[in-house]
């Protein structure tokens, strides 16, 4: 074999390894464009999603960002979007099917938002099935007696806008068994609940409030 094909060989099989890299990334879906939100957390209201305009808003001074959406303010969240740093692309639960672009009708940041305390026991309603559930004072979520067994970590250390990264996992109730991530935080319109807790898969929404027992 010649130098010279050898070369050619060489050339053309990297080609194609940088083309089946490129087809291995994942896709990011429709472009989603949300307005720009300062460090902290906001209550907003967003024109451009049909699922809902109200909601809560936090961002991370990394470029972390959530954002809930309900059709009114007391209702579950019924769209979620999250983004993982500066520079990534919002995601949206469920997924999106369309290009959107999201404007902020309002957005009140909440300078005074505190994260919860969340160390205690606690019972829930997911997704009206009934859960209890422990929180260590280093944040491990343990299961108890329920339908659906709620375990995972809130990681007090990461703490943004007054919201608190989570990571769950959920058994025992089959419709909504998984893995989650999300965040726990205050939410001053919910009575008696020590927080809240909205958390997304790839594909479903689970949105509860602690009660502390």
């Known amino acids: 074999m010649s130098g010279r094909y050898a070369v050619t060989l060489l050339a053309a099989s990297l080609a194609l390894a940088g083309c089946s890299d490129n087809d291995d990334k994942p896709d990011p879906g429709p472009k989603l464009e949300l307005p720009a939100l300062a460090t902290g957390a906001h209550a907003l209201r967003l024109d451009g999603d049909a699922a809902g305009r109200s909601g809560w808003g936090f961002a991370a001074a990394d470029g972390r960002g959530f954002v809930l959406l309900a059709p ?20 949206r639960v469920p997924a999106a099917t369309a290009p959107a672009t999201l404007t902020a009708a309002l957005d009140e940041p909440q300078p005074a938002a505190a994260a919860p305390e969340p160390a205690g026991s606690y019972q829930a309603l997911l997704g009206g099935a009934p859960a209890r559930f422990t929180v260590t004072a280093d944040g491990s979520i343990t299961a ?70």
């Open 72 to 91: 009114e303010s007391n209702s579950p969240a019924a769209a979620v979007y999250t983004r993982a740093g500066s520079g990534q692309a919002w995601r």
């Open 144 to 213: 108890g007696a329920g339908d659906c067994a709620l375990s995972g970590r809130i990681d007090a250390g990461k703490a943004y806008g007054g919201a608190l990264p989570v990571q769950a996992s959920v058994a025992g109730c089959a419709a909504l068994a998984g893995n989650y991530q999300g965040l726990a935080f205050a939410d001053p319109d919910a009575d008696n609940a020590r927080f809240r807790v909205v958390l997304v898969d790839s594909a479903k929404i689970l949105d509860f409030y602690a009660f502390a027992r």
